[in-house]
């Protein structure tokens, strides 16, 4: 059976990692993505034991990087079956009165323009081809809005409203688009958000058993062996203890 190629941003930690790892394991070739080159160089060679690998090195939030970078894939590569948009990012939590400027425009760059710069590049080998399977990764707060999320919110919303659009968009080149909603997922995710402060992004999750990175690319992979007449379009996975955005049982 040809091997499906499948292009992950964000490859180098926590769920594109853990999709990574698991895809290599299951006959797809991958196009590994992120601006951490020595990580991105360490994890193709690691995987290249088990699968084709090859590996872009890029800024998603940079339009011309991303461009070029796709466009050097050798033409063999460039017939994409899968798009895995998973670069993202949540800086800070503050409330929208003290939010800070630069946490704002890195959360809108990442999320909502890189989606889109590196979709812009991938789709039309989608569309030329008249298949492929698009997944965003989107949250809970792309769903709900909680305190102190506003533009970390507004921008999953973002996610969740372009995923919409481009399945119907696409729905008359048989493309699927999927989106996946975690709730709480234990990875640089916190550490990000608070500024490297390991002591506040350790107690997101105290009390409590988090989902990891290698939950939801199970689901990715769920998704993905789905017979072609089913398209699983939105899905939302919580931790057992978590019941919303807000409401999270703890011992």
């Known amino acids: ?38 990580r991105l160089e360490k994890l193709q060679k690691e995987l290249s034991a088990q ?16 461009a070029q970078a796709i466009a ?30 630069e946490d704002w425009d890195a959360m809108i760059d990442i999320n909502v323009k890189g989606l889109l710069y590196v979709s812009k590049e991938v789709i039309p080998f989608m569309t030329e081809r008249k298949s492929g399977h698009i997944i965003n990764l989107g949250s809970i707060a792309g769903k709900e809005v909680y305190p102190n999320g506003n533009v970390y919110c507004a921008s999953k919303f973002a996610v969740d409203a372009l995923t919409r659009g481009m399945r119907i968009d696409l729905n008359a080149f048989g493309i699927k688009v999927t989106s996946i909603n975690p ?3 234990e990875t640089e995710f916190s550490l990000v958000r608070f500024k490297g402060d390991k002591d506040k992004a350790d107690l997101t999750y105290k009390g409590m058993t988090p989902l ?27 931790p057992t203890a978590q019941a919303s955005s807000t409401v999270v049982k703890r011992n």
């Open 1 to 38: 059976m040809t091997k499906r190629i499948a292009l992950i941003t964000g490859a180098t930690s926590g769920i594109g990692e853990a999709t990574a790892r698991l895809l290599a394991a299951s006959n797809f070739k991958l196009i590994l993505c992120g601006r951490r080159k020595d």
């Open 51 to 66: 699968t084709e690998v090859t590996s872009l090195s890029f800024d998603v939030r940079i339009q011309s990087e991303v």
């Open 72 to 101: 050097s894939l050798p033409a063999d590569w460039k017939a994409i079956d899968v798009l895995i948009n998973n670069a993202g990012n949540a800086h800070g939590l503050d409330p929208i009165q003290t939010g800070r400027v």
């Open 183 to 185: 709730g709480l997922v």
């Open 212 to 238: 990891t990175g290698k939950d939801i690319a199970d689901v990715m992979l769920y998704v993905l062996q789905a017979p072609a007449h089913v398209q699983l379009a939105d899905i939302t996975v919580f």
